[in-house]
């Protein structure tokens, strides 16, 4: 059995993660955390210096209340 060996192409993956596909599949995934939180949550997504990066957070006084005491978005990414 030989053995196999890969060299990874920093520059694609790093492509990759920011391209336009996975800005798509990071908003989709952010959606529905959102979702599942309920009103006064927002989403975000902006491109770091290595990926793209979905934000979701709570926006009202209400919810942020709500997270602190439930933990609404840990319980809404799972």
């Known amino acids: 059995m030989?053995?196999?060996?890969?060299?990874?192409?920093?520059?694609?993956?790093?492509?990759l993660l920011k391209s336009a596909e996975m800005q798509s599949v990071l908003t989709k995934k952010a959606t529905d955390i959102k979702n599942r939180c309920g009103d006064g949550y927002e989403q975000d997504i902006y491109i770091g210096k290595n990926r793209a990066n979905a934000m979701v957070r709570a926006a009202t006084a209400k919810a942020k209340k709500e997270n602190m005491d439930n933990n609404t978005l840990l319980k809404a990414v799972r």
Do not use: A
């Open 2 to 15: 030989s053995k196999m060996q890969f060299k990874l192409n920093s520059s694609g993956v790093s492509s």
